[in-house]
């Protein structure tokens, strides 16, 4: 099963950078990252992905490690619609997309 | 824009009734996904189909049942519903394999079961 690793919780204050990060130590050199957001009583929705250079979208941007075992979410300037759990995942070789339990992001005014 | 539909969107059951979770993308893609979310939980992967004709087991498929009727269509079906199978469930489609493509996930179906 593709499984990554990120911290249960964070804060961050409104208007600041957020930083939000994942380890993915069994990825392969194929296999893309994906960041989705899962705002309250809705489902999860799409942020952002890459392979291996550092993207950039509207919504935020995606800074992926040189060696693609960790990358971070980067939320230039917090609001507190932001606030959300944040799941990274990467699809394995058997074609599971495993979500885990992913990153409860808090923002304070 | 429909995107994913889930149908129904709220159901309550009694222990031992059956029913079937409905779930239509169109937006031609090759691979779906059936997932339940418990409060305060992420998401847990049930079944996925990665192609017309093929489903797989996900983390956690005891208790279910799945159906690829065409490419649009992937249905969950509860056999005997237990209180255990109280959650969310929520609907994803991808145009393959999660790669360049995204997943795009339904609006989520609540279920309670007595």
């Known amino acids: 099963d593709a499984k990554t690793t990120q911290p249960n919780s964070m804060e961050s204050n409104e208007e600041e950078p957020v930083h939000l990060p994942c380890n993915h130590s069994?990825?392969?050199?194929?296999?893309?990252i994906h960041w989705y957001r899962q705002l309250p009583s809705q489902g999860p929705e799409y942020v952002i992905h890459?392979?291996?250079s550092n993207v950039n979208n509207r919504m935020a941007s995606l800074a992926i490690a040189e060696d693609r075992k960790s990358s971070t979410l980067i939320l230039h300037r917090a609001t507190l619609r932001d606030a959300a759990v944040y799941y990274c995942?990467?699809?394995?070789?058997?074609?599971?997309?495993?979500f885990g339990k992913g990153t409860r992001l808090h923002i304070l005014p | 824009n429909a995107g994913v539909t889930q149908t129904p969107k709220f159901q309550v059951l009694k222990t031992g009734q059956s029913m079937t979770l409905q779930c239509a993308q169109d937006?031609?893609?090759?691979?779906m996904y059936w997932y339940r979310q418990d409060p305060g939980m992420g998401l847990r992967l049930i079944y996925y189909?990665?192609?017309?004709?093929?489903?797989d087991k996900g983390e956690v498929p005891n208790g279910y049942n799945v159906s690829r009727l065409n490419k649009r269509e992937f249905s969950l079906r509860l056999e005997s519903a237990a209180p255990s199978q109280t959650s969310v469930y929520f609907c994803a489609s991808s145009r393959d394999r999660v790669g360049t493509g995204e997943l795009f996930f339904g609006e989520g179906s609540r279920l309670t079961v007595l």
């Open positions: 995942i990467y699809l394995g070789r058997d074609d599971k997309i495993i």
């Open positions: 189909s990665a192609s017309e004709g093929t489903t």
């Open positions: 937006m031609n893609h090759n691979s």
């Open positions: 890459g392979l291996t």
């Open positions: 069994t990825i392969s050199g194929t296999d893309y």
